[in-house]
């Protein structure tokens, strides 16, 4: 009998080539095979049927999964994506802190700006969501690359306003943020403001950003 582990070997060659019929055939033998399916195993039926455009199928392997994670999510996220039904993923989340920070970064990772900004608002006006330093980072991420400077400039609010000043991978993104969007002397202010740094932090002062600044740049 084969394992999880040579079944989820099998998917992703057999998606490129078969048909949804024949997929849905191999998922039903796996079901009857196996006991359990292991999460790796799901993922990759999961995007399997993200491949062939079929997301109601790719959720309902979801669902039976007992405890996904963010990784897991951002699988179903893609699915949905690849069918053109992005953006019905508000309706599908539940409303807590990790799933809407992966639903976040589904929206980065897919450029698509205008969805992210709703979805940061909603985080805001909802109180029972934590934000934490992967929500701002992941929406810093994607304020530089969309070069969204308003979006950028709030962020940097509410993580003082939240007290996430002091935390290095924060501190990090915001920086990095602000220099991409070429505002070098807001980047040096927060970088300045940071109680610690790391190595990543001090990258900018290798490649000569800080120095353009002080020697009359932006």
Known sequence: MA????YSFFVKPCCETWSQTQIKKFHCHILKTLSYLEPFLSNKLINAYGYLCNP??????FDKMAQPNPFYWNTLLSAYSKSGY???????????GV????????????RSGAEAIGVYSMMLREGSVNLNRITFSTFLM????D??????????????KFGFKACVVVGSSMVDMYSKIGSVHEAVKAFDEMPQRNL??????????FTSWSGGGC
Do not use: C, E, P
């Open 3 to 6: 394992s999880s582990g040579q």
């Open 56 to 61: 109601l199928y790719a959720r309902n392997v």
């Open 86 to 96: 992005l953006s019905r993923m508000q309706d599908i989340f539940s409303r807590d």
């Open 99 to 110: 799933s809407w920070t992966s639903l976040s970064a589904g929206y980065a990772a897919h």
């Open 142 to 145: 994607l304020s530089s690359n």
């Open 147 to 160: 070069g969204l400077v308003d979006l950028g400039r709030a962020i940097h609010g509410h993580i003082l």
């Open 200 to 209: 990543v932090m001090y990258k900018y002062t290798d490649h000569g950003t």
